[in-house]
Antibody, heavy 121, light 107 residues
Framework: EVQLLESGGGLVQPGGSLRLSCAASGFAFNSYVMTWVRQAPGEGLDWVSIINADGSYTDYGDSVKGRFTISRDNSKNILYLQMNSLRVEDTAVYYC??????????????WGQGALVTVSS | DIQMTQSPSTLSASVGDRVSITCRASQSISNWLAWYQQKPGKAPKLLIYKASNLESGVPSRFSGSGSGTEFTLTISSLQPDDFATYYCQQCNSHPYTFGQGTKLEIK
């Protein structure tokens, strides 16, 4: 059974940093693209970042570019999101998800339960 | 960036109704579109990919159609479990973008 389990969420002050982790199991993690998607309270879905299977390619949404870094450890089956210079508007539930489908044309077939990040003074 | 616009934002319907949700892209995305269902406090669930392909395990009352810039998600006969929020996502190019969501409510 495919499982994705996020951790590392919490309360942080504006300007602070936080690192999210997503532990994967039940599939060949090192063969799949992975992504982060967030959802602010009461709002819709917002794509954050993506990383290819071996970690050599990454991309980001405009709102987080230069502040967030996606990475992965295929030896541990863990996906990361390092979030720096956090803003109040980064407050959201952050989901990790597995990218399925064709190269550069990914849909997201499996999602974690989400980790809440609250940025507030 | 490709903008995705869903309509309606809210839809009231009854069990047994046939309902459709529309998603429009600001430029052609061929058939690179996915649909998700989300219930309160839960992660999104993939329903449809490549515009019309039903994800494994999803009931056949869900169907998708369209190409280019206009797409439709149809539920043929609403069941109580279907009342949720639905999102489309363009998978054509980065940054991937989602529609704003359609909340399907019980009439």
């Amino acid at each position: 059974e495919v499982q994705l389990l996020e951790s590392g969420g919490g309360l942080v002050q504006p300007g602070g940093s936080l690192r999210l982790s997503c532990a994967a199991s039940g599939f060949a993690f090192n063969s799949y693209v992975m992504t982060w998607v967030r959802q602010a309270p009461g709002e819709g879905l917002d794509w954050v970042s993506i990383i290819n299977a071996d970690g050599s390619y990454t991309d980001y949404g405009d709102s987080v570019k230069g502040r967030f870094t996606i990475s992965r450890d295929n030896s541990k089956n863990i996906l990361y999101l390092q979030m720096n210079s956090l803003r109040v508007e980064d407050t959201a539930v952050y989901y990790c998800a597995r990218g399925d489908g064709e190269v550069s044309k990914r849909h997201f077939g499996f999602w974690g339960q989400g980790a809440l990040v609250t940025v507030s003074s | 960036d490709i903008q995705m616009t869903q309509s309606p934002s809210t839809l009231s319907a009854s069990v047994g109704d046939r309902v459709s949700i529309t998603c429009r892209a600001s430029q052609s995305i061929s058939n690179w579109l996915a649909w998700y269902q989300q219930k309160p406090g839960k992660a999104p669930k993939l329903l449809i990919y490549k515009a019309s392909n039903l994800e494994s395990g999803v009931p056949s009352r869900f169907s998708g159609s369209g190409s280019g810039t206009e797409f439709t998600l149809t539920i043929s006969s609403l069941q109580p479990d279907d009342f949720a929020t639905y999102y489309c996502q363009q998978c054509n190019s980065h940054p991937y973008t989602f529609g704003q969501g359609t909340k399907l409510e019980i009439k």
